[in-house]
């Protein structure tokens, strides 16, 4: 390949790299609520300042705003909080729920919750602090038109972190290998804040894809024996994207079917909701 036609098209898959960590805008909502950052739960652990002083200093790649957690290097706090506005939301209640006789705490919930997702297929999760409780975030799959999965294999999105190993190759994989279509995932929240959702421009395609990839696959104990009161709301947030050849994923204001109808093509089921 001629030297400058090599350079011309390195040079051109960087422009597309850079354009793919900045997707994101307004589409069509206008919301009052704004990023809040509490320090919930426990201090640091003896021994563990140093580390945890580290990861306070990080700045949050959606917000810019610290990370917080809960206790050191155990579960980092669902950003931005309250999660952005979804493209659907869902409001569950825990009542109509089969197994709400048995909700005595957060871990109940949270095991519920774990089996109801594992059983519909999703292998793949991560659990997140939110205040009170826990945002549990799906990975990201890919889905036809009229909301089902899609079938066999391609039905997941590789969990590729751009920043680990060969990061150029991660780039490469996570721009050029996703085909075009649509693309979702579900948050369920377990909270007992009720503030109003922040801005839907914080939920582009990275951040999204992110909540799977770094959260935790389970709750730590003393997040699990907090007690249920009803104080708690549990909702459901659906964001869904439309991908174009050659463009950056869309995040849609309306999803291609009825949220419900997505829930049960998707096989989760909660109790009677």
């Known amino acids: 390949m001629p030297a400058k036609l090599s350079l011309g098209l390195m040079s051109g898959a960087i422009l597309i790299l850079m354009s793919a960590c900045s997707v994101g805008g307004h589409y069509g909502y206008d919301t009052s609520g704004s990023a809040s950052y509490g320090t919930p739960g426990t201090g640091a652990a003896a021994g563990s300042s140093e580390r945890a002083q580290e ?15 809960v206790a050191p290097g155990r579960l980092q706090q669902f950003e931005p909080w309250p999660p952005p506005v979804p493209t659907a939301r869902l409001n569950l209640d825990l009542n109509a729920i089969t197994e709400r006789g048995k909700f005595r705490t957060v871990g109940d919930v949270s095991d519920y919750v774990t089996r109801v997702f594992k059983a519909a297929g999703y292998d793949q999760y991560s659990y997140w602090y939110a205040p009170g409780g826990f945002a549990f975030a799906t990975s990201v799959e890919c889905v036809e038109a009229d909301g089902a999965p899609k079938a066999g294999g391609a039905r997941w999105v590789p969990n590729v972190d751009p920043f680990a190993g060969d990061w150029m190759k991660n780039w490469f994989t ?8 649509y693309y979702r995932v579900y948050v369920l929240v377990v909270t007992t804040d009720t503030s109003a959702p922040t801005d839907q421009s914080l939920a582009s395609y990275p951040i999204v894809k992110d909540w799977a990839m770094h959260g935790r696959p389970f709750l730590p104990e003393d997040i699990k024996a907090i007690p249920l009161s009803p104080s708690y709301i549990a909702y459901v947030n659906l964001y869904e994207f439309k991908q174009v050849s050659g463009e950056s994923p869309r995040l849609l204001s309306r999803s291609v079917a009825d949220p419900m109808l997505e829930l049960k093509l998707a096989g989760i089921a909660f109790g009677n909701q």
């Open 55 to 69: 990861h306070m200093a990080t700045q949050s790649m959606s917000t810019g705003a610290p990370s917080v957690l």
């Open 174 to 181: 996570a721009i050029f290998e996703r085909p075009a279509g």
